[in-house]
């Protein structure tokens, strides 16, 4: 054993969100600031309080994977299956080329695959338990992106799902990282969920912060002294991880940042009067990446789009950084809150920031002259990026921080 | 209950119903005598496949229906005297 600590290091992108399908396509959307929220088109929403969602358009997973994951898969797994395939060939690794038992799989999950659970559960009730799918067992599950990726890829190491909401994307990142340290040679990590459905649907209103707007550009405001919830996304991103030192020796093509640093905390109990979480997840996250707040050059905001949490967000930026002292920005008021899926979705558009030098914009939102922040909003902002914190909230009290490095 | 009879070209229907086919296989092609399992379908999908037969045909199958009988030849040949034994019943 050696004495060194890998690093981990982000070889291959897999990405699907409501602005675009691939790297390309969703960087050419999101630098420029695209928006894709609309009314909801994969049901009926007229009897719902909440009506828009970011939906991801002109996917056809019957074109992409083979006939037989077709009946056994939710629209989750599809799309994170599809991502899985595009982040091998972006990294230039086929499934064959590393030993099975060094390649594994951690995501995360919020939802489950409840647009699959639905269609059972309606057979279930209306024709009797006869005709639900055997691959219900399964296809709803969390951990069932993670093990679908793995059989499809012969990823036989360390896997396994972590459920912490919106924070789980960066907490299966962190924990592919431990696996790296370990000795894994190549994790997947990253989230996806897809729960555009009546039944998800009605599970994601309950918590009470979906926006009841109905126009899509002033629905999700995060910051904005107008905001008013926010409104959900489906889709993520899968990055192939590896150990820094393996992907060199193998002339890996991308290498596009590291995992630098991590941390996580889990807010006091409600009315408690104790400061939440959110700011000594991001100190944990800094001083495991040993930077300074002054060498973060631009925070992705979990940007939870409700007044209190928008507050709780700001001031836990200013606290550790200062006043207007860092470039904020949420480009998923473009796409909508992504759950599982948003935080690596940001760890995406984070390290392509670092390649064109250039941060997203957080669009329709005007700052509320209550937040001490420097929202980029509006226009993109040219920028050297090398450091960029990614931040996520899940419901329930999850705080979690990455910090992503730039390689040379 | 039906009086139909269980054929490979409705096995054929079921299983691309209930759990597709591989990209190598070919269900068009002579598959009477070739094992569930070299077709590329996993217990889960067997089990799929034995829930449909059933429902179409108003029986029930044995649980082991598939390891008594691991290819088409004898799934069909299963399937009918099921039929029969539940018609006479």
Redesign the interface.
């Given at each position: 054993m050696s004495a060194r600590t890998p690093r981990t290091v982000v070889t291959g992108i897999g990405v699907a969100t409501p602005n675009g399908l691939g790297v390309d396509d969703f960087w050419a959307a999101t630098r420029i600031g695209k928006n894709a929220i609309g009314r909801i088109t994969r049901f009926d929403p007229s009897q719902y309080p909440a009506t828009l969602a970011g939906e991801i358009q002109g996917f056809v997973a019957e074109d992409h994977l083979p006939n037989r994951l077709i009946p056994q898969t939710d629209r989750m797994t599809r799309l994170a299956l599809v991502a899985a395939d595009c982040a091998f060939e972006d990294a230039g690794v086929r499934p064959g080329d590393i030993p099975e038992f060094d390649m594994g799989v951690v995501t995360a999950s919020t939802s489950g695959g409840f647009e699959f659970g639905q269609n059972e559960l309606k057979k279930l009730w209306s024709q009797g338990s006869q005709y639900v799918s055997a691959y219900q067992s399964f296809a709803w599950f969390y951990a069932v992106n993670s093990g679908q990726i793995s059989i499809r890829n012969g990823m036989r190491g360390p896997s396994g799902v972590v459920v912490s909401d919106q924070a789980g994307g960066l907490d299966a990142v962190a924990q592919a990282r431990r696996q790296i340290r370990k000795g894994s040679k190549l994790i997947f990590s990253g989230g996806f969920d897809a729960s555009i459905c009546p039944w998800g649907w009605v599970a994601q209103l309950a918590n009470g912060r979906l926006s009841t707007r109905t126009e899509p550009e002033r629905a999700y405001l995060p910051f904005d002294a107008d905001a008013c919830g926010y409104v959900p996304g489906e889709g993520g991103a899968l990055l192939i991880l590896e150990d820094a030192e393996a992907a060199r020796r193998r002339g890996a093509r991308n290498v596009y940042g590291e995992i630098s640093g991590y941390g996580a905390t889990f807010d006091p109990k409600p009315g408690s009067g104790r400061e939440p979480g959110l700011r000594r997840a991001i100190e944990l996250a800094l001083a495991d990446a040993d930077v300074a707040p002054g060498q973060i050059d631009v925070v992705f905001a979990d940007a939870a789009g409700t007044p209190g949490l928008d507050r709780e967000e700001a001031e836990a930026v200013t606290a550790v950084f200062g006043a207007g002292r860092v470039p904020v920005t949420a480009p998923k008021t473009m796409i909508g809150r992504l759950y599982s899926g948003a935080a690596p979705v940001d760890v995406v558009a984070a390290v392509l920031s670092m390649r064109e030098g250039l941060i997203p914009p957080t669009t329709n939102v005007t700052l509320s002259p209550e937040y001490d922040i420097d929202l980029v909003t509006g226009q993109p902002r040219t920028a050297s990026v090398r450091t960029a914190l990614v931040l996520a909230r899940g419901y329930g009290g999850f705080n979690s921080a990455v910090v992503v490095g730039a390689v040379d | 209950m039906s009086d139909k009879e269980f054929t490979l070209e409705v096995l054929r229907r079921i299983l691309l119903?209930?759990?597709?086919?591989?990209?190598g296989v070919d269900l068009d092609g002579d598959i009477l005598d070739t094992d569930f399992e070299e077709l590329?379908y996993e217990s889960?999908?067997l089990?799929?496949t034995a829930?449909r037969i059933?429902?179409e045909y108003g029986i029930a199958l044995d649980d082991d229906v598939f390891t008594d009988n691991p290819t088409p030849r004898g799934l069909i040949a299963a399937v009918n005297a099921q039929m029969r034994e539940s018609l006479a019943a």
């Open positions: - | 119903e209930g759990a597709g086919a591989d990209e590329g889960l999908a089990l799929e829930g059933e429902r």
